[in-house]
């Protein structure tokens, strides 16, 4: 992108309007095309057709889903405002995901990537322009940024450093073009362990080429050295020779290998590649809910009310979270988009809703029976387990009832083993705490209009849809049974999981 020129539009040449222009506190992004003028010197129509469907599909929708507005578009990139910090940076690393997914079948050299940076300041709105310091630095921060990232100022990160669970890389002060004092820059990394800097896992692969350049050069070593008795041997049996034996002889015997042979390991025969049907999958331990009805809501915020009464019909839900050795059951059968990492008895985290809608589907076609995701209002009346106080087991907060970050226990990395806590009175673990668990329902912004029989809310835009639980990184008002909160149905994020449920 250009100078920045007090973002104005319209003639500079006019005089400014009577009386004090409107100022605002706002959230800032800046979004860039790298290597735009390349790209549309090698194809300028169809460039150009590629930046607009990204602008309708992807960047118009995500800043409006962000509760954001466009400022304007400015042929290689955009501009947006936001009154929440929040919201802008999950915008921007939304925009980025889906632009991942945009390039992938693309060759490197044409693929549209942006940077974005992020700030926040005080600016002066006009009709169809924003200009001011506040604008100025986002742009500076989006010039240093590199392609397919999100750079965010320190006004930024001290707003949204315990709210929005990612990773930061800090790049210390920058001394920026036009701007009297030094910015500080944070490099956002949206898995929240990734808060390493380049040169150390830069380091860490070296040193791990390195252990295995050695464990490959000693297995070498080894295997020379058991193959010289059979080499021994075969020079042994060599100088005398055995005598011919005769025809009745030769059809008598067993034909022996040679010490040559006999001393070698046999070649590996390529194993043929298992079928997804081969083995049952391993079927997560379920418990039975009797139906019943039940008060669901709070007054404690507004997306929770109005507190409705719902009917729940009898249904079995998860005793645990999905584990990560069993989310990989499905990897393996390549029904599930990705090989999870971490250890087996962890809650698998990093999905999108998406992703845990193709678990599901994955087990439902290979048990024959109808496993789903939970309603919000079945996850709910699970999570309460027949109480209706502030927390499952009462109002107060109780240290080691729950994971989360000040829920008794030191700040972890990442969650517990699944049941690593007490469970509810239903008998099931981790319903407030350890992992952020999506249920099947649209997002809606409150319970207007929900329905009362337990079913999913499945009508309105369901480019976002329902978490429940909390995670070990939020806190404790995250664990009440009540809790809710939304979150781009596509997208990825390192403190979201699931559980499943079966109708009868």
């Not at 990093?350 to 845990?356: E, G, K, L, R």
């Not at 999913?456 to 939020?474: E, I, P, Q, T, Y």
């Amino acid at each position: 992108m250009g100078e920045i020129r007090n973002f104005r539009s319209g003639n500079q040449d006019e005089p400014p309007p009577h009386g004090p222009m409107p100022r605002r506190l706002a959230a800032i992004i800046v979004g860039d095309i790298a290597s735009y003028s390349r790209i549309m010197q090698a194809d300028e129509e169809g460039t150009h057709v590629r930046v607009k469907r990204i602008e309708r599909d992807i960047i118009q929708p995500s800043i409006i889903e962000h509760h954001g507005s466009l400022v304007k578009t400015t042929g290689d990139g955009f501009i947006a405002i936001f009154d929440s910090p929040v919201e802008a940076v999950r915008c921007s690393i939304v925009i980025q995901q889906n632009l991942i997914g945009r390039n992938a079948s693309l060759p490197k050299h044409s693929r549209l990537e942006y940077r974005i940076g992020v700030n926040l300041g005080d600016v002066i709105v006009e009709p169809d322009d924003i200009y001011g310091d506040g604008v100025n630095i986002a742009s500076r921060i989006e010039g240093i940024a590199q392609p397919g990232q999100v750079f965010i100022s320190g006004a930024i990160y001290e707003q949204i450093k315990h709210k929005v669970v990612c990773g930061y890389e800090s790049l210390g002060d920058r001394k920026v073009k036009n701007i009297t004092d030094p910015v500080r820059v944070y490099r956002v990394l949206p898995d929240a362990d990734a808060v390493g800097s380049t040169r150390g896992r830069r380091e860490n692969t070296l040193i791990f080429l390195l252990a295995i350049t050695l464990l490959i050069i000693a297995t070498g070593v080894l295997w020379y050295l058991l193959a010289q008795p059979g080499r021994i041997n075969e020079q042994a049996a060599t100088p005398t020779a055995a005598p011919a034996a005769s025809p009745q002889e030769a059809a008598t015997q067993t034909p022996q290998p040679s010490p040559s042979l006999a001393s070698a390991p046999p070649s590996p025969s390529p194993s043929p590649a298992p079928s997804p049907s081969a083995t049952p999958p391993r079927e997560p331990e379920m418990i039975a809910i009797r139906g019943g009805s039940f008060a669901m809501g709070s007054n404690d915020d507004p997306t929770e009310r109005p507190v409705h009464q719902v009917a729940i019909k009898p249904f079995s839900i998860g005793k645990y979270p999905v584990t990560v050795q069993e989310w990989n059951e499905c990897a393996a059968a390549r029904a599930c988009g990705f090989t999870a990492t971490g250890k087996d008895d962890a809650p698998v985290s990093n999905v999108s809703w998406a992703d845990a809608q193709q678990y599901a589907a994955w087990l439902a076609q290979t048990t024959k029976k109808p496993y789903r995701l939970p309603s919000e209002a079945e996850w709910e009346y699970a999570a309460r387990g027949g109480t209706q106080t502030k927390y499952w087991w009462g109002d107060k907060l109780q240290p080691g009832m729950a994971g989360c970050k000040d829920c008794g226990d030191l700040a972890a990395e990442q969650p517990a083993k699944v049941g690593s806590f007490r469970p509810n009175p239903f008998g099931l673990y981790d319903m407030g705490g350890g992992i952020d668990q999506w249920v099947e329902d649209c997002w809606h912004k409150n319970y207007q209009g929900a329905p009362g029989d337990g079913s999913a809310w499945s009508s309105g835009d369901c480019s976002s849809h329902v978490l429940r639980s909390g995670s070990w990184k939020n806190d404790s008002r995250y664990v009440r049974p009540s809790n809710r909160d939304g979150y781009d149905t596509n997208v990825r994020y390192p403190t979201h999981g699931f559980r499943v449920a079966l109708s009868p």
